[in-house]
């Protein structure tokens, strides 16, 4: 995580502070633009492959991409393949450990943290935007099942895309309780540390334009 934070900070140094786009499954569907290519499935999976994701570049290539990209006890796929299909299916599962807080549209703009590419219009978040970026959930590390020691709530979703949607039940994401109860999330700031799964419940700790 702390690896996958300062490749973001990178990012954001050599992109003049603007964000990559979310990376959704459907609401916002595949864009040039997203943070990592994830699908395995369909016409984007061979033209545009995670090793080619505009993160590569800053936290390695190749193995290295991948790697950094799961959580080494992110070792079940069962309910991945139960929710959105197996590998090969379009546009197949998400097979990373980790996404980005995407708040969506908010009164025409993006509300952050990702920069949003909607309809061919490309609504660009900046990081200068963020309040308080020490305090700001940038990367996330969701649930990716419904069973057992590492679910945080049975009835919420498992990780499906690279987008993060916050703010608890009515949003549809919850963090992993995957290490100790807790979930591995990077700051806006750029440092990573643990959290209770209830943390990126908290809209204010998310909300780029919150205090």
């Known amino acids: 995580m702390k690896q ?6 990178m990012y954001l140094d050599s992109n003049n502070g603007v964000f990559p786009a979310c990376a959704s499954r459907s609401t916002f569907g595949f864009q040039v633009e997203d943070w990592v290519y994830w699908r395995l499935g369909g016409p984007n999976a061979t033209t545009y492959p995670v090793k080619n994701s505009l993160i590569t570049s800053h936290i390695g290539s190749g193995n290295a991409t991948t790697n950094l990209l799961r959580c080494p006890c992110d070792k079940d796929d069962r309910q991945r393949f139960l929710d959105t299909g197996p590998i ?9 450990s980790y996404s980005l807080t ?6 025409n703009q993006s509300g952050g943290i990702t920069s949003i590419k909607s309809g061919g219009a490309w609504y660009r978040y900046k990081q200068s935007s963020i309040r308080n970026p020490a305090k700001k959930l940038m990367i996330a590390e969701e649930q990716t099942v419904i069973r057992g020691p590492e679910a945080s709530d049975q009835f919420r979703n498992i990780l ?7 703010g608890g039940p009515g949003g549809s ?11 591995n999330v990077g700051f806006a700031d750029g ?14 700790n998310a909300d780029p334009a919150r205090p």
């Open 4 to 9: 996958l934070t300062l490749g973001m900070m």
């Open 88 to 96: 090969g299916s379009d546009p197949g599962p998400y097979m990373m």
């Open 102 to 107: 995407s708040l969506g549209l908010v009164n």
């Open 160 to 166: 499906n895309d690279g987008r993060f949607v916050p």
């Open 173 to 183: 994401d919850v963090l992993t309780s995957r290490h100790n109860k807790r979930a």
């Open 191 to 204: 440092h990573a540390k643990t959290e209770k799964w209830q943390f990126g419940d908290d809209i204010n």
